[in-house]
């Protein structure tokens, strides 16, 4: 696994870079080494984020959480990543090398898990989309108090989705040719 690391307004200790790659040891056997791993530290007054995205192939594994001290943070964001890896085992499986999960969830503590849950679409909406601008799409988004809302972005042509963050700013996606 290949990690970089981004530090916003806070300098990163080599101690702390080696608590990332020790607490990331765990995961190097459920990634090919091609993996590439993203960690951002941000440091806002007295809270400190830290995010950790994992890309391997086509799947992206990301993690965040804010506390006092980095180091906490760090804690609570592999346990994030333990957990979703553990709540979605099976359909994992067939993704990430074969036969490491087992060993993976059986080496980390238990946690409150359903086993083998089904998604389950509940409602299937057709819509009407139309060319927006991105601000357009988020008025209208605003308007009808969704946090999401897919249009064709009228600069593009291409279709995007807006959607509300947790902080309350709001994101773009758009399709990326790999």
Do not use: C, W
Request: proline letters at 1%.
């Amino acid at each position: 696994m290949k990690i970089t690391y981004t530090a916003r307004k806070v300098n990163l200790r080599d101690n702390f870079k080696e608590r990332v790659e020790k607490k990331l040891l765990k995961f190097g056997k459920l990634f090919s080494e091609d993996a590439a791993v993203n960690v951002v530290v941000t440091l806002e007054k007295n809270r400190q984020t830290v995010e950790i995205t994992i890309r391997d192939s086509a799947m992206v594994y990301r993690a965040e959480s804010t506390m006092t001290e980095m180091n906490d943070a760090l804690d609570k964001v592999t346990d994030i990543l333990m957990r979703q890896i553990r709540k979605n085992k099976t359909r994992l499986e067939k993704r990430i090398k074969s036969g490491n999960i087992d060993e993976f969830v059986s080496m980390t503590p238990e946690v409150d898990e359903v086993e083998d849950e089904e998604y389950k679409v509940v409602r299937k909406k057709q819509v009407l989309i139309k060319p927006v601008t991105v601000e357009e799409a988020i008025l209208e988004m605003n308007m009808i108090n969704h946090s999401f809302f897919m249009f064709i972005n009228a600069e593009t042509d291409e279709v995007n989705v807006v959607y509300k963050r947790a902080n309350g700013d709001y994101g773009l996606l758009e399709h990326a040719a790999e």
